[in-house]
T-cell receptor, first 112, second 115 residues
Framework: AQSVTQLGSHVSVSEGALVLLRCNYS??????LFWYVQYPNQGLQLLLK??????LVKGINGFEAEFKKSETSFHLTKPSAHMSDAAEYFC??????????FGAGTRLFVKA | NAGVTQTPKFRVLKTGQSMTLLCAQD?????MYWYRQDPGMGLRLIHY???????AKGEVPDGYNVSRLKKQNFLLGLESAAPSQTSVYFC??????????????FGEGSRLTVL
């Protein structure tokens, strides 16, 4: 079965520091991959997605992710964290079917 | 532009009671989903629908039923609520991206507590 694993349920960074949230997927074929963000008491919204057009994907709010087939990874990065980035982030995979499978989520804390 | 709307937003039930969560979307999406979110477990798919009149089971369907009588609405029912069904429930609909590239659009969630 297709799945995603997010390393670290909590990540804490200082404002202005690099943000790195890790995601690995399991798939026999390259899937479609997504990062979603959830702010407190809200639903999820799309940050970015990989659909095989380009391995480096840029999203909203300065985030980007790189698809690495050899490492089966799709890590999310942002060069400089802002207080407003504090949220929960979910990696998700759609194995070219109807269903999207989510990772357990990583909560990002940003310290002033 | 409402997007995906869930009602109610909060509900407290006693064990054994029944209830229905309503999801409505105004984006003309074919695919609709119900997920539950529990701490440390991400979102788990309960049921989904790929079109009016069709439904299918997801990862955790037991104790839930769904109906998609109209394209814009997707109902989630709990026939006999149990404390294990205490959760936050999210409805989502999907853009008609080819082969699964479409993103999910989410409602704001419905927080259900079963005592």
């Amino acid at each position: 079965a297709q799945s995603v694993t997010q390393l670290g349920s909590h990540v804490s960074v200082s404002e202005g520091a690099l943000v790195l949230l890790r995601c690995n997927y399991s798939s026999s074929v390259p899937p479609y991959l997504f990062w979603y963000v959830q702010y407190p008491n809200q639903g999820l919204q799309l940050l970015l997605k990989y659909t095989s057009a380009a391995t480096l994907v840029k999203g909203i709010n300065g985030f980007e992710a790189e698809f690495k087939k050899s490492e089966t990874s799709f890590h999310l990065t942002k060069p400089s964290a802002h207080m407003s980035d504090a949220a929960e982030y979910f990696c998700a995979v759609n194995p070219k079917g109807f269903k999207t499978i989510f990772g357990a989520g990583t909560r990002l804390f940003v310290k002033a | 532009n409402a997007g995906v709307t869930q009602t109610p937003k909060f509900r407290v039930l006693k064990t054994g009671q029944s209830m229905t969560l309503l999801c409505a979307q105004d984006m003309n999406h074919e695919y609709m989903y119900w997920y539950r979110q529990d701490p440390g477990m991400g979102l788990r798919l309960i049921h989904y629908s790929v079109g009016e009149g069709t439904t299918a089971k997801g990862e955790v369907p037991d104790g839930y039923n769904v109906s998609r009588l109209k394209k814009q609405n997707f109902l989630l029912g709990l026939e006999s609520a149990a404390p294990s069904q205490t959760s936050v429930y999210f409805c989502a609909s999907r853009t008609p991206g080819q082969g699964g590239t479409g993103e999910l659009f989410f409602g704001e969630g419905s927080r259900l507590t079963v005592l």
